[in-house]
């Protein structure tokens, strides 16, 4: 079975959008044109940034209607995240809280695709 490797975030700048995943990320682009953004993640997935407007057939999803997941070894890794997300300025939806899976913070990209960072509970 094939499984999903690539995703892809229709955004309305890919330039501006590229620069706050290469902040967020640490790495830059691995191909970078006006109306499209490629990162290679260190898991083996590639993140896509579109231009909205090019996007073929057009895409009817609003903004907010992603989220991304990084996944934390434990509470201390989520709260040394948020620090740092907080203090290079990404807008913070939801500070650090324990939720049903675990302790958890959401971050908003530039278009509002939702980042969440978290610790899955321990069963």
């Not at 959401?106 to 939702?114: E, F, I, S, W």
Request: hydrophobic share 50%; charged share 15%; proline share 7%.
């Amino acid at each position: 079975m094939n499984h999903p490797n690539f995703l892809l975030l229709y955004v309305a700048n890919p330039v501006a959008s590229a620069a706050f995943y290469t902040q967020l990320l640490g790495a830059p682009p691995v191909e970078a044109s006006p109306t499209f953004a490629m990162f290679a993640l260190d898991n083996g997935m590639m993140l896509g940034l579109w231009a909205r407007e090019t996007v073929a057939p057009k895409a009817v999803a609003g903004a907010g209607s992603s989220e991304l997941a990084f996944a934390m070894a434990d509470d201390a890794a989520v709260e040394a995240c948020y620090a740092e997300w907080a203090a290079k300025g990404i807008v913070i939806a939801q500070t650090p809280t324990r939720m049903d899976f675990g302790f958890t913070f959401l971050g908003l990209d530039p278009d509002g695709h939702r980042l969440r960072v978290f610790s899955p509970s321990q069963a």
